[in-house]
């Protein structure tokens, strides 16, 4: 069997599986993508007075502002998930969702984490596929304004939510000489790049998909871990912030890559 035919083999296979998860793909995707704020929402809960006096201390802020600042991320958040997962005021849940995102980046000092922050903004690559996906759907606070076509803001949210998503998967090359870490590095940069440059798309993304869930249940099993240990909340924090990037990758696996990609450029040729 050529190269040729085996990718479309694969794009067959991919073809079927969404044709048979069509109805059940989106909610899931959307499941996925809120559950790190879902998770951190019900944190700030249990962990009240622990966020509140860390805030406190590396903030000198006073015991007003620290309250102030949980409460924030806990109503925002689980606020925000719950008018998602309804369908209502989605774009206004994204705009409070990518506030959290920036206050926490600045109050945890994550500005400086490279990691973390590549992982922050890719978790707002998702939130930008989401918005477009509500665009999609109608619900759009441009309602009323003349289509653009190739130039639509949503076409572009969605370019820039799939380039902010692949900044997940810089986070996770290994830079060492074993044979599986090259292995793994090529292919995941292989598949980064069809991703962001829309090119196989729902293919190179459902792959992806596959791959990271394979990573995320073996590398960040935060329930092998007990409660008490540091391990466990580190863990906890990247299986679920991982899990929002598995949502938005599905989201572009339901949604395709959009105008602005190679793919929907194929068609004019």
């Known amino acids: 069997m050529g190269q040729e035919e085996l990718m479309n083999t694969a794009e067959d296979v991919a073809d079927q599986f969404l044709r048979v998860t069509k109805q059940y793909l989106p ?22 007075h622990e966020q509140r006096d860390y805030i406190e201390a590396t903030w000198n802020c006073g015991y007003f502002l620290a309250t102030c600042f949980v409460l924030l991320n806990l109503v925002g958040q689980l606020g925000g998930c719950v008018l998602i997962l309804s369908r209502n005021f989605v774009q206004y849940a994204c705009f409070g969702l990518f506030g959290i995102i920036a206050l926490q980046t600045v109050a945890y000092s994550i500005l400086w984490d490279l990691k973390f922050l590549m992982r922050n903004l890719a978790l707002g690559g998702g939130l930008l596929l989401l918005l477009a996906e509500s665009r999609s759907e109608g619900k759009s606070m441009f309602a009323g304004v003349p289509s653009m076509g190739e130039s639509s803001p949503k076409q572009y949210m969605q370019l820039g939510g799939r380039v902010l998503l692949v900044l997940m998967f810089m986070t996770l090359l290994h830079f060492d ?89 194929k068609k004019e040729w």
């Open 177 to 265: 000489s074993s044979f599986f870490s090259i292995l793994q590095n090529l292919v995941g940069t292989a598949l980064i790049i069809l991703v962001a440059i829309g090119f196989k798309t729902k293919l190179a993304a459902l792959t992806l998909v596959v791959w990271l869930l394979v990573i995320n249940f073996y590398f960040n099993a935060f329930w092998t871990i007990p409660a008490y240990k540091p391990m466990h909340d580190f863990l906890k924090y990247d299986f679920f912030q991982t899990t929002s990037v598995i949502g938005g990758l599905l989201l572009v696996v339901a949604l395709g890559p959009g105008g602005v990609s190679m793919d929907e450029k």
């Open 27 to 48: 909610h899931l995707a959307r499941l996925c993508l809120i559950s790190t704020f879902l998770e951190d929402g019900i944190r700030m809960w249990f962990q009240w």
